[in-house]
Nanobody, 128 residues
Framework: VQLVESGGGLVQAGGSLRLSCAASGRTLNNYHMGWFRQAPGKEREFVAAIRQTNDYTGYADSVKGRFTISRDNAKNTLYLQMNSLKPEDTAAYYC??????????????????????WGQGTQVTVSS
């Protein structure tokens, strides 16, 4: 599967952005999909993920209540709606696909090492 992110940009604190991740090659519903981010000088960190089949979602504590991950199977696109943005949300954001099916219906994969396919990233900059 090939992944291409879009939707990043410069926004003021308190603003919103919606990131998109368009997939080609295979349908997204075959994958456990995640969003990760990486700020300069920091390690890549988990942001959110959505399971295949039941669309159960999980979030990092730092974004819970502000970010929403979703998937449109008809468009084969993953989204990340980001509200109430803060300067500390500034980072390059990546979508990723993990082909593993985790049998626990509420398991969310938070380790980047398990995701095999990655997009090129889109930059989000939040000004104070």
């Amino acid at each position: 599967v090939q992944l291409v992110e879009s939707g990043g940009g410069l926004v003021q604190a308190g603003g919103s952005l919606r990131l998109s991740c368009a997939a080609s090659g295979r349908t997204l519903n075959n994958y456990h999909m995640g969003w990760f981010r990486q700020a300069p000088g920091k390690e890549r960190e988990f942001v959110a993920a959505i399971r295949q089949t039941n669309d159960y979602t999980g979030y990092a504590d730092s974004v819970k209540g502000r970010f929403t991950i979703s998937r449109d199977n008809a468009k084969n696109t993953l989204y990340l709606q980001m509200n109430s943005l803060k300067p500390e949300d500034t980072a390059a954001y990546y979508c990723a696909a993990d082909p593993t099916y985790y049998y626990s219906a509420t398991y969310i994969q938070r380790s980047s090492q398990s995701y095999q396919y990655w997009g090129q990233g889109t930059q989000v900059t939040v000004s104070s």
